[in-house]
Structures are given as C-alpha cells and as structure tokens.
C-alpha cells in the first residue's frame, strides 16, 4: 500500500519554475488577414448551416452559375418573349379533360382484334377484306383514358406503317386522325385531343421530309426527291375531305422546299388560311388556324401579314362562334356553359395572338380591332390579348384596358386573372396602382363563382401585397374570408394556400402580416403544410427581435400547429425541421428587461411545446441566460427579487430537464444550469443540479449514447466545476467527488482527472470562484482534516491505478502500462509531495522509461531536470533516474 | 432467277413528242443465260370502248371499236446468243415520232377511252430452253412546248388569275345559284365566280363561293370534276360522262357572307387537255354542288378546257 501526499506549495512551485513570458503590443490581430470575407453568423445558433458555406458558393456552383449567367446573355435576346408550344402543349393536357364518354369511328383497328373460332375467323376475314373497301368501324362509350390510347394506337400504327413502307396506308391512318379533329362532340376535352393529334400529325410531316432529304443523295437522280415529292402533294391535294386535306397539307408542307428551293411558304399559307373558311364548325375552324400558325411560325416566323389575316379572320368568326353556341345541339344538349365555351377556344387564341404581337408590333392597332368587336368575342379576345400581349404594354395601357374589361360580362374572372398576371409584372407607381385597384376590386367581388373569385384572388393577392399596406391587404382578406369558410376550406386548400403564399413571399414585412387576424384566420383553416411556410418565411425574412404579444401570440398558435401535428409516424427529418422553426420564433422573442414576462413566455413556450426535446433543450439554454443576463444586470449582488428570479429560472431548467431523451444532454444541461446557479449565488440549487447530473452519470453510464472520449471530456469539465463549489455542510467532506468515483470507470484517465483535482484541492488559494460563493479553501483553509482527506482519497486512488499497471502487466499491454505508468509518475511530480513519494516515484519512471517512445522519455526527463534546479526533493528524484 | 427491268432516263417517265426516249435494259441473272434475241417494242394505243348504257350490251360487246394505233416499232436489242451471269445493261434510245407523222394525244387513263404508251422488251426463248421472259412499263406523253417555253412544274400556290393564263384568254365566270322559298331546298342563294373556264392542266382549277342565304343548313360544299368521253364510229357516237373526283370545300355549316375559295388540282393521268378528233373526243366539266343537311342539294355546272400551257 502505497500512500498519498500532497503538495499543497504546488501553485508556488510551478509558478517560480515558469519561464515568465514577455508581453508585446500589437496593433492588429496577426490572425485577422486584411479585407477578408466577413462571415456573417446567423442569428439563430442551431441552425444547422455551416457558417463556412455562407461566406461564398464553392467553385462548382460558381462555375455553374457563372456559365448560366452567361449563355443567358448570349443566346435570348431580349424581345424573344415567344412562349413555344411545347410549353403550352402541357398546360392544355392538365387543363382540359372530361369525365365524358367519348366515341371514336376509324378503319384501321381491326387489327387488333383477337381471333377466337372458326366463325370468327371468317368474320374478321370478311372484316379485313372490308378495310380495304374503308368500311368504318365505331367504338363507343370510350373513356377520356380509353379514347387517348386508341388515338396513341393510331399513331403507333401510323409508324408501324411507314416503317414498313406502306406509305398509303400512313396516309390513310393520318387521315383517320384528322378526321378525329372534326369531332367536337365532347367539346371540354377538344384542345387536348388537338394537342394529341397534331403532334401525331407534325410526326407525319416529319416522316416524310426526312424520307425526301434521304432521296436526295448522290446515288439517285436529282429528279427523284422532286418527283416523289410532288406526288405526295399530288395525293394530298385529291384527299376528298376537307379538313384532313388542309390539315395533311400543312403538316407536310416544309417539304414544298424539294419541288421548289424556296417556296413562297407565305402565298400558299394564306390559300390553305382562306380554305378554312370552308370548315363550318367554328372551333374546328379556329383550332385548324392555330395550327396553321404553328406551321407557320417554323416556316414564315416573320410573315405578319399572314398573321395579321389570320387574327382579322378571327375577328370575322364572330357571328359563326356565337351562332354555335347557341343552335349546335352538341353544345345544347352537353349544357355546356359560355365560361367553358370560351376557355376551350382560349388555347387556340392565344397563340394566333401571340403568332401576332411577340415582336411587339400591331400592338394598339391589335387593341383597338379588338375593342371594336361584339361584347361576347371580345371577353374572348381580350382575355387572350392580356394572356399574350407584353405586361409593360398593358401596364402602360392598364387604364383603357381595364375600361375595357370592367365593360364586359362573360368570361370576366378569366379576364381579371389575365390582367393580374400582366400587372404583377409591371413597376407601377403607387397612385396608379390605387387606381387600377379601386376599379378592379369592385370587378372582382362581383364574381359569384367562388372557384373563379378564388382563381382571380390568387392572382391579385400579389399585385395588392406588391403595391399597398396593410389595411388593403386586410380589406381583401376581409372579403376571401366572406367566400369560405371552415367548411369548405378543404375544396377550395390549393387556391388559398396560394393566396398565403404568395402574402408571405411578396410582404414586405411579415409581422404586418401576423397582425392580420384575418390573415392567421386562413393559414389556420388549412393544413400544417400551410402554417410552416409561414413559419418558414418568418424564419427567413424577419430576423429582428421580437416583443409584440399579438405576432408572438400569432406566432405561437401557429407553432403550436406544427408541434400538434408531431405524432410517433413523424419522419425525424420534419421533426428536426419544426423543432429548428420553432427554436428561431423562440430565439426571437426578447422582452428586453421585462425578464418576468421573458421567463413567463418560456414557460408558456414549455407548456405548449412539451413533445420536442429540440426546443425544450433550447428553452433551457434560454433561460439559463435569462438568468445570467439577470446576474449581470445587478452586477452579480443580487437583491432579494432577483435572487427569487434566479430560483425560478432554475427550478425552471431542473424541472424541465428530465424529461428529455438523450442521456448526455440532459448531464450537459446540469452542468449548464448548476454553473449558473452557483455564479448567482444559488448554492442549493446550484448542488442539487450537480447531484442531479452525478446521480445520472452513475446510473445511466451503460445507456449513454454517445462514445467515451464525449464523456470523459464531459467528466473532466464537470471537475473542473466542482474545484469552485463549496461541499455541503451536512454531508461529508468532498462528497461529490467521491461519488463520482463510486462510479467504475473504464479508462484510467478519470482517476487521473481526480488526482489533479485533489492536488488542486489542496492548494492555499484556488485558481477560480464564483463571485459571491465560498469555496473548499475558505471553507476548511488548509485544515490538516481536510488535507489528510485530499491524502487518504488520493491514496485510494493511487492504489487503484498501481494495481491496474499490474493488471495490464498481467495482460501484456506493454504500451499501455508503460503510458499509465508515466501519467501517474508525472501526476506525482505535478500533485505529490515529492520528497514523500520519491521511492515511489523512481520506481514508476525505472519502470516505464524503457517502454515508452525514445523522444517522449527524453523529454520528460530533461523537464525533471530542469524542475530539479529549483527544488532539492527533486534533485534526490533526478539522482535516482536513469538517463534514457 | 433472271428478271428482266426497263429502266427510262427520265424518273418521272413523262416526254414530249420530237424528244428522245433514253433507257437501259437490265437483266440480272444468275447463270449464263442462251436466248434467241432481245427486242424492245414501243407501242401507242388510243382504246376505244363503247359503254352498255348507251349502245346496248349486245352491241357493245360486239361492236367494240378498233383500237387506234399511234406509235409503234420494234428494235432487236441483242442477236440470239446468250447472256452471261450478273448484271447486264443494254442501253437504247429511239425519237419518240407518230406512226405516219400522226399526232400523239397525252396519256390519258379513262373509262371508255386510253390513251396509253409502253415498252416492252422480250428475251426470246425457244420452248426448248425455256419460256419467253417479258417486262412491260408505261411511259408518259405530255404535249411539248410549242415556242419551247420550258415546262414549269406545276406550281400550286399560284392563285391570282394573272399568272395562269394571258389576259385575252382568261375570263371570270360569274354564276348564281338560286332557290326560292316553298322548293326542297328552301330559301337558298349562293353566288361566286371561276377565274375562268379555260385551265392548263398544270395550274389549279379557282374561284370563289359565297353562301348569302340559306334556310337549311349546309352539310357540305363539293367540287366535282366529271370527264365527258365521246366515241364515234360508222353507227354514230356514244358519250358518257363519269366522275373523275370529288373535292370538299366545305364542312358543315359554314359562315355566310364570307368567301370559300374554290381549289383543286387536276389529277395526273386522269385528266389531259381536251382532245377533239373525228373518232374521239375527251371533254370535262366541273359540278359546283351544294348538299344541305335535309339532303336536297343544289348545283351548278360548268364546262371547262383543259390546256397544257
């Protein structure tokens, strides 16, 4: 058995042997460089940003972004706002459809037909020798679903065909799908089966023009591509139905260039747009001219007076469109309503439209054509003209447009929705923008159709955010909230999520928002989804303060959504992410030096967000500061009240800490919170959090999560600790740390840890205390009781780890022991009394020095050396060790 | 395997009369092949057929008249002998002239009459080696320039009447179609013209409808182009009149007031220029119909010239 003495001249000792350094003046900071970035930190500490990622985009995103930046200048110019119709062909497909049954008469689906018996086969014989003759078959009652694949059976069939060189027979089926087009019976769903069969059809033409360009080649006449080529025009032109005539004749009409170089595409467009007049149905009509225009645009981009025509032929339709709304018994019996009649010829317009203006030109002629039509066409032309026209004419013009509009009364939300859409885009001055409102709004709420009012207000929502304050946006709010309710929030979700969402993009300041009864009054009828990108946008837009308690209390209810949604099948990810939104509201909120109302606030915040640990962790931190900020404020000699605020705060953080999962915040946050408690003088306090968190350590070693080195950082800190913290007077001497060494450790470090601890302890004067509390020192000041303690303890300890050098000598851990044995021969020098332990001490060094690494023995022998000059108990040591 | 292939040097096969027709026989085979001779012939053949309705079906089976000769000779590519394995080209070339400086119509395909022309070649077997092989193709005659102007193709996008025609000879036909109120048709007028009656073959044919009243609605709105072929022999002539094609113009009921173009092509080999000979005669006529939806309809008849240039 060996025994324990300590130094208690340690400090005196060290700090005679230190080598004094020499202070210098500088002016700048030799680790700041000159115009370095300045790294912004974020506000909110757990944000899971790194703050090295702010700074600057790393290379590659640069680069990207770079390169973007560049071709964008390089290949748009600017007047080239032409919106192509592979952009719109997919809004068409989403927008119209119909829940319709739908009947489709071809010749070309026999083959498909499954072969079952004898008399079958004669049927279907009989049929095929029919298909020959054209007979037509029907199939009826077709779904929207069903009728779509049957046309995409026309189209892969029309490939099969002319894969396998039946090039009559790809006409034929091209002329089967134009046929189709002349069908408007299931009206709703026209523009899509137009988008379908024109895509088929420009297939078609291409077929037949890359076919033509492989005839011209050096192996074959010159002749033979021209020739083939007229025959193919030749056969066209004998199809005897009209529609599929022009329709066919369009779609190949990019190969005229082999008949002639360069074919005067403009005359023959204008004979095949004047041919339309022959088509009577008038949406046929004015589809089969927008499709024209699509030829046209890859032919002629530049032809205005075909485009000009085409529009004056619009313009012209008028009588013909309103006559087959009305008398077309397909439209009459379908009651289809004018608002659809108008939208499914919308599509059509449009592009004739913008065909027209894109290059900004026949901009006010085009206007004022269109202003001169009968009411009826013109809410179809003007809804077009605004969908297509550039928004800085209208914005100019808004003023006579909307006279315009306010005239009309079909088709008026499509109309309005137009309008916004121009006008959002526009920089508008604020009078004018008063002005445009006070005329459109009266427009609006005259819409009864909540669906279109809704459409309409999703669009305005921004022009109103944009351009006025709040009393405006609460006087729109007023009205959307007059058309819902909580009833039928759910049929109407995406719109007014729209509506939120565009309010908290385009504010300009959140809280304004908050403020807004009305506002929380939607974000609160629809779903979570909704009241976290409010959160969000909160999060990202505001980053002041916060002590207004009607945005708090608005913020809080709408946090409470979130947190009431966390259930057990919530993914941790979106946990992690409410958690993080909530911490940034709860970080913001600063009542400044109301500190009762602060903590009244957590301890509400608390109450209401009792099932994440991530803010309740947060919350702790807080009003651990609280408190501290507290502290500082009566610069550490606390009053009565204060010193009740201070209990509060940590009967606060001690109540709430247990209920959180992970092991090792919870011993973080003691240490946290008994360290704010002892530097206020709340000793009590201050030592059952310490407890709390020893108690912790003990039991729940094994269930700890995190690995050991995370605890034995953790151990050595919460030593460092208790060196300042007084024992308590009814319990034994140094109780806490030797209830921390009930606990069996499995690194030997910690008994290591203890040992500087004990020597510490029994110093004269401690390096550091808490203002206000005693310490050991001044408690037992240097007491033979209480060194004796320090010995018999630091003697168990000794022991302790002597017989663990055995044991690892037992084990053949050479290394090992080697390495304890030195950390115990320097704890000696450092701690012990060296001329008690001398033997001791010669031994341990005799006994590692040989094992450890050459360098580090040299090291520590020669800081022996140097020791020894100072002190003669180390001069004996240094005779009795061996140079290395 | 042996085939036997005409090959002309004109893809499209179309030649003017005065003009040298250029070709190639090509035999492919694949063993040496013993022949008697190679011969192509060139023939030209005006067929006349008289039609039951008009005759009788007694007579016209009997009575059919004799096909009118054009053009025809004969040429011996080869001697007897024999063609050796692969790919043999025998190259020919002949003016293309009438028989006894007679005209040479266009190809014209008809009902009644043809007017056709063909190459044939032969490679003549005895029955001992084998069978005659024979390959026959038609080739095309279209009028010459006569000041040599070149041929144009035909060149559709042409619409203004100008460019069609010289002035004298183009002449705009105006025309009305007219029902009073009471009849089946109901009220119905309609009104338009052709930019003339007189149309080379190579432009299309034009005009313009404009539907001012009508009680019913329209179905639909068709051109017709009708051939009239006459045939005449000692016992008189017969002439029959049959639809060559029907062209829409318009579909349903369409705007009133508005002008429809009317506009089609002349078919190729189905249409020539008119023909009037002493044995003969190939005329057309066009139909501009009216179907209204009670399916009455209203037409209007012109007849038309067709000319090469």
Redesign the interface.
């Given at each position: 058995m060996y025994k324990w003495s300590s130094d208690v001249n340690a400090y005196q000792r060290k700090l005679k042997s230190k080598v004094a350094l020499v202070k210098q003046q500088i002016s700048v900071h030799p680790l700041q460089k000159p115009n370095s970035h300045i790294i912004s930190i974020k506000h909110d500490p757990l944000d899971g940003l790194d703050p090295l990622s702010l700074s600057e985009l790393d290379p590659l995103t640069r680069m990207a972004s770079d390169l973007y930046s560049f071709s964008d200048v390089n290949t748009r110019p600017i007047r080239d706002t032409f919106e192509p119709w592979s952009v719109k062909k997919g809004t068409i497909l989403h927008r119209f459809t119909t829940q319709e049954k739908m009947t489709i008469t071809t010749s070309v689906f026999a083959a498909e037909h499954e072969v079952r018996g004898v008399s079958e086969k004669v049927l279907h014989r009989l049929e095929q020798l029919d298909l020959d003759c054209g007979s037509k078959q029907t199939f009826g009652g077709l779904s929207q679903e069903e009728y779509t694949y049957k046309i995409n059976q026309l189209d892969q069939q029309l490939t099969q065909a002319w894969n396998s060189d039946l090039r009559v027979n790809a006409l034929k089926i091209a002329i089967q799908c134009c046929k189709l087009l002349?069908d408007t019976s299931v009206i709703s769903f026209y523009p899509s089966k137009f988008v379908i069969i024109t895509d088929i059809l420009d297939k078609f033409g291409e077929m037949v023009y890359s076919r033509l360009r492989g005839k011209q080649n050096d192996i074959l006449?010159p002749?033979?591509a021209?020739?083939t080529c007229?025959n193919w025009?030749?056969k066209v032109?004998?199809i005897?139905?009209?529609?599929p005539?022009l329709a066919i004749e369009l779609a190949i009409l990019k190969s005229y260039s082999f008949?002639?170089p360069n074919?005067?595409y403009g005359?023959?467009l204008i004979?095949l747009l004047?041919?339309a007049?022959?088509?009577?149905?008038p949406v046929?009509a004015i589809y089969l001219r927008c499709y024209l225009c699509r030829v046209a645009m890859q032919l002629v981009p530049e032809e205005k007076e075909l485009y000009m025509k085409c529009f004056q032929d619009l313009l012209?339709?008028h009588?013909?469109v309103l006559d087959n709304f009305r008398h077309s018994p397909q439209l009459v019996n379908a009651k289809v309503s004018m608002e659809t009649y108008m939208s499914v010829l919308t599509p059509a317009v449009d592009w004739i439209l913008q065909c027209l203006v894109h290059r900004g030109e026949h901009l006010n002629y085009t206007m004022q054509l269109v202003s001169n039509v009968p009411p009826f066409w013109k809410s179809v032309l003007t809804s077009s003209m605004l969908s297509t026209f550039p928004p800085s004419f209208i914005g100019d013009e808004c003023l006579n447009v909307i006279e315009m509009c306010v005239t009309l009364e079909t088709n008026i939300s499509e109309i309005l929705r137009n309008l916004g859409h121009c006008l959002i885009l526009v920089e508008m001055q604020p009078s004018q923008a008063r002005d445009v409102w006070t005329k459109v709004w009266p427009q609006i709420k005259k819409i009864s159709v909540r669906n279109a009012y809704l459409s309409c207000c999703q669009v305005w929502v921004e022009f109103v955010v944009k351009s006025f304050g709040t009393d405006t946006v609460g006087e729109f709010l007023d009205d959307v909230l007059t058309r819902v309710s909580f009833r039928n929030a759910e049929q109407f979700h995406t719109k007014l999520a729209t509506i939120v969402e565009k309010l908290t993009t385009f504010c300009k300041d959140i809280t304004e928002l908050l403020k807004l009864n009305k506002f929380v009054k939607i974000v609160t009828m629809l779903n979570v989804e909704a009241a976290k990108n409010v959160m969000l946008a909160y999060a990202s837009k505001h980053s002041e303060s916060l002590s207004d308690n009607l945005i708090i209390n608005t913020l809080m209810h709408l946090a409470s959504i979130l947190h009431d949604s966390v259930d057990a099948l919530t993914p941790s990810d979106e946990v992690k992410q409410i958690g993080s939104l909530i911490n940034t509201f709860i970080l913001r909120v600063n009542y400044g030096k109301d500190f009762e109302k602060q903590l009244q606030f957590y301890d509400e915040a608390r109450g209401t967000f009792m099932n994440i640990d991530a803010v309740l962790v947060q919350l702790v931190q807080c009003v651990c500061r609280l408190g501290m900020n507290v502290g500082h404020v009566v610069g550490g000699h606390h009053t009565k009240r204060t010193r009740g605020f201070l209990s509060a705060c940590i009967a606060y953080a001690f109540i709430t800490i247990p209920s959180l999962d992970s092991v090792f915040t919870q011993l973080q946050l003691y240490k946290l919170t008994a360290e704010v408690a002892y530097s206020n003088q709340c000793v009590s306090q201050g030592d059952a959090c310490l407890k709390a968190a020893i108690t912790l350590l003990s039991e729940e070693m094994d269930e700890m999560e995190v690995g050991e080195p995370l605890i034995i950082d953790y151990v050595s800190n919460l030593l460092s600790t208790l060196l300042a913290v007084p024992d308590h007077p009814k319990e034994s001497m140094l109780y806490l740390l030797k209830a921390l060494m009930t606990i069996q450790w499995a690194s030997p470090l910690v008994p290591l840890r203890f040992l500087s601890l004990l020597g510490a302890y029994a110093q004269g004067e401690y390096p550091y205390q808490f203002l206000g509390v005693d310490n050991n020192n001044s408690l037992y000041g240097c007491a033979n009781q209480f060194v004796t303690e320090i010995d018999s303890l630091a003697g168990t300890i000794l022991n302790d780890l002597l017989s663990k050098i055995k044991a690892y000598g037992d084990q053949n851990q050479i290394k090992k022991q080697a390495r304890l044995s030195l950390e115990l021969f320097s704890a000696i020098l450092n701690w012990g009394d060296v001329h008690d332990m001398e033997n001791l001490a010669a031994n341990l060094w005799n006994f590692s020095y040989k094992n450890l690494e050459r360098k580090l023995a040299e090291r520590t022998f020669e800081s022996v050396q140097f020791k020894s000059q100072n002190n003669p108990a180390f001069e004996l040591l240094i005779s009795r060790m061996p140079v290395p | 395997m042996v085939s036997v292939d005409i090959q002309l040097s004109?893809?499209?096969k179309v030649y003017h009369e005065h003009e040298t027709i250029r070709g190639n026989v090509i035999i492919l085979t694949k063993s040496d092949l013993k022949h008697d001779g190679i011969v192509l012939q060139v023939e030209g053949v005006v067929n006349l057929q008289l039609s039951s309705k008009t005759v009788g079906i007694f007579e016209a089976f009997y009575q059919s008249v004799k096909p009118i000769q054009l053009l025809s000779y004969q040429m011996e590519l080869a001697k007897g002998g024999r063609v050796i394995a692969g790919r043999t080209e025998l190259p020919f070339e002949f003016p293309l002239r009438g028989r006894n400086n007679r005209a040479l119509y266009e190809t014209y395909h008809g009902v009644f009459i043809n007017i056709q022309y063909s190459l044939k070649c032969e490679v003549k077997r005895s029955f001992l080696i084998g069978s005659t092989m024979a390959k026959q193709t038609e080739f095309i005659v279209e009028y010459g320039s006569p000041e040599g102007i070149p041929v144009t193709?035909?060149?559709?996008?042409?619409?203004a009447p100008s460019d069609l025609l010289a002035p004298a000879e183009m002449k705009r036909v105006d025309f009305e179609m007219v029902s009073e109120a009471g009849s089946k048709l109901g009220l119905f007028h309609a009104h338009g013209h052709l930019d003339s009656v007189t149309c080379p073959i190579t432009k299309p044919f034009t005009g313009e409808i404009i539907i001012d009243k009508s009680e019913y609605p329209?179905k639909s709105?068709e051109i017709q182009l009708v051939r009239v072929e006459t045939c005449g022999c000692a016992e008189g002539y017969a002439k029959d009149a049959s639809e060559i094609?029907?062209?829409?113009?318009?579909?349903?009921?369409?705007?009133?007031g508005?002008?429809?173009?009317i506009?089609?092509?002349f078919?190729?080999l189905f249409s020539c220029p008119t023909v009037s000979t002493s044995n003969f005669k190939i005329e057309f006529e066009t139909n501009i119909v009216v179907v209204l939806t009670n399916d009455y309809f209203k037409s209007e008849n012109f007849p038309i010239r067709l000319t090469r240039f």
């Open positions: 002349g006449p002749e033979v021209k020739e007229k025009f030749y032109g004998s005897r139905e009209l529609l005539r008949i002639v074919p005067e005359k023959i004979r004047n041919s007049w022959g088509i009577g149905d046929v012209l339709l009588d013909q | 004109r893809y499209s193709a035909p060149s559709r996008p042409l619409t329209i709105i094609q029907t062209i829409q113009i318009g579909e349903g009921n369409v705007a009133k508005l002008p429809i173009p506009f089609m092509i078919p190729r």
